[in-house]
């Protein structure tokens, strides 16, 4: 069993910063990527960012320049650095990593973060 634990959420104003996390822990050989997503009220949840074990990364146009995704040193943690917030930046931020783990490869999902940008 692979378990996500996110943090870093919270109320920020308009132009504010936020550093999210993701920790994996659990039966882990390998991980594939880490990507955040997003759900926003009433919407899809969308891709935000994400990277590879190799290193590729990928945001999504309306936070290029603004958001940095990365992996901490340890390989099982990723951070999403975001900058410059706006009020469309709010919304449950998840994490979602595929593992290869005891139980084989699968996708995991992190229970959420809220983020919410307002003055």
């Known amino acids: 069993q692979v378990q996500l634990v996110e943090s870093g959420g919270g109320l920020v104003q308009p132009g504010g910063s936020l550093r999210l996390s993701c920790a994996a822990s659990?039966?882990?050989?390998?991980?594939?990527?880490m990507n955040w997503y997003r759900q926003a009220p009433g919407k899809q949840r969308e891709l935000v960012a994400g990277?590879?074990?190799?290193?590729?990364?990928q945001y999504a146009d309306s936070v290029k320049g603004r958001f940095t995704i990365s992996r901490g040193n340890a390989k099982n943690t990723v951070y999403l650095q975001m900058n410059s917030l706006n009020a469309e930046d709010t919304g449950v931020y998840y994490c979602?990593?595929?593992?290869?783990?005891?139980?084989?490869?699968?996708?995991?999902w992190g229970q959420g973060t809220q983020v919410t940008v307002s003055s």
């Open positions: 659990g039966s882990i050989f390998s991980i594939y990527y």
């Open positions: 990277i590879t074990s190799g290193g590729s990364i």
């Open positions: 979602n990593v595929r593992v290869w783990g005891a139980e084989g490869t699968n996708d995991y």
